[in-house]
């Protein structure tokens, strides 16, 4: 939509495919109905890909900025969560509104509950054949999304059509995503669901400080979505479950208590958690029975816990698509296939994609503005 309306908007004649009967689906289900629309704080630096310059044009040149003027300018409510999260105070139904309209403004004609049956390119022109009739252009965007949320629809037409064209592409998995635990982990930490900490969480070149959920079936929260997106296949986690505390010293002033270890923690830890993380740890006994270097070991333990998970939730409960079409097929400045003419790809198709917390629906603004601007 925002490459739709912009395109229009420059007097360019646009139509815009899309398969489900409704347009926006994925911006009506974000942020708990309220649409997480960007962050004050979107770098390049919040975005993984291959090529990690790639995200910087487009996203110099349309800001957060930027979209919170268009979102002002249609009196759009709106409030700071956490961490430079902005999210609506109404709907997030006003942020689709709006760009129906800025779309609307540019001309843009829709074809909804269309299913694109087949596309190729003859003498320049690239030809689109769907269910609803035949449409032919000069130049075609794809802005497919990725493989999350399948209930909405996701699909890996965007790849297909990426690699019909002899484009490359970065293998997906799921992203921003819960990460599953084997059951002999789970016999120790299965009874904790509900329990939230804040953490610490660091694997491969991702560190997050924000809070962990255990649940039924493994870990979740912010933090872990974060660190999902950096880890892989055999990886551990590390979980410093007492950041920024100089937990030595706080143990080693209490050594000579006939507290058990178990209930200390539990001053500054889940009484439950606290419990099961001593069991494992095979430390629930009183400190004064606790030599240094044992207290000093569940120190170096608590700030550095290694947990290696089994998988992920998958597609079902990502966030977001990680991989996509190559970037360094793609040109920066425009999105535009370097071998193919008229050809574009934007969003999560494409191997860019942003921490937790409206990134991603600034690289989307972003790469569809860039994209809108150069068509």
């Not at 390049?44 to 979102?71: G, K, M, W």
Request: net charge positive; charged share 20%.
């Amino acid at each position: 939509m925002m490459c739709a309306a912009q395109a229009g908007q420059r007097g360019r004649r646009v139509l815009l495919i899309d398969h489900y009967p409704r347009p926006g689906e994925k911006i009506r289900i974000s942020g708990g109905g309220r649409c997480n629309f960007t962050n004050i704080h979107s770098k390049p630096e919040n975005f993984l890909s291959q090529n990690p310059h790639f995200c910087r044009s487009a996203l110099a040149r349309y800001t957060p900025r930027d979209f919170i003027a268009l979102v002002e300018r249609y009196r759009i409510r709106y409030h700071e969560k956490t961490l430079g999260q902005l999210f609506c105070d109404g709907s997030s139904q006003q942020i689709i509104d709006m760009l129906k309209n800025e779309s609307q403004l540019g001309r843009v004609e829709w074809r909804l509950a269309c299913q694109v049956q087949q596309v190729f390119r003859k003498g320049g022109t690239f030809n689109v054949a769907t269910s609803l009739g035949a449409y032919r252009a000069k130049a075609l965007v794809i802005a497919t999304g990725g493989l999350s949320i399948p209930k909405i629809g996701a699909s890996p037409l965007g790849y297909r059509l990426a690699e019909q064209f002899g484009l490359r592409v970065v293998p997906p998995r799921p992203g921003l995503v819960p990460l599953s635990l084997g059951p002999e982990t789970l016999a120790h930490l299965g009874s904790l669901p509900g329990i939230a900490l804040d953490t610490e969480i660091s694997c491969n070149a991702g560190r997050f400080r924000e809070n962990l959920l255990f649940t039924h079936r493994g870990l979740s929260g912010p933090a872990v979505l974060q660190i999902s997106s950096y880890w892989r296949e055999g990886d551990a986690i590390k979980i410093d479950l007492l950041p920024g505390q100089d937990v030595e010293a706080w143990l080693l002033s209490r050594r000579l208590s006939s507290m058990r270890l178990d209930n200390l923690l539990a001053e500054i830890l889940p009484q439950r958690f606290a419990q099961r993380w001593c069991q494992m740890a095979g430390c629930a006994k009183p400190l004064n029975q606790l030599p240094h270097k044992a207290l000093r070991e569940v120190a170096h333990r608590l700030r550095g816990w290694n947990i290696k998970p089994s998988g992920t939730f998958g597609y079902k409960k990502a966030e977001i698509t990680l991989g996509g079409v190559d970037t360094r097929e793609l040109s920066s400045q425009t999105m535009e296939a370097k071998a193919v003419p008229g050809l574009y790809f934007v969003g999560e198709v494409v191997d860019v994609t942003g921490h937790l917390g409206g990134f991603n629906f600034q690289w989307a603004w972003a790469s569809g503005h860039a994209a809108g601007q150069a068509i």
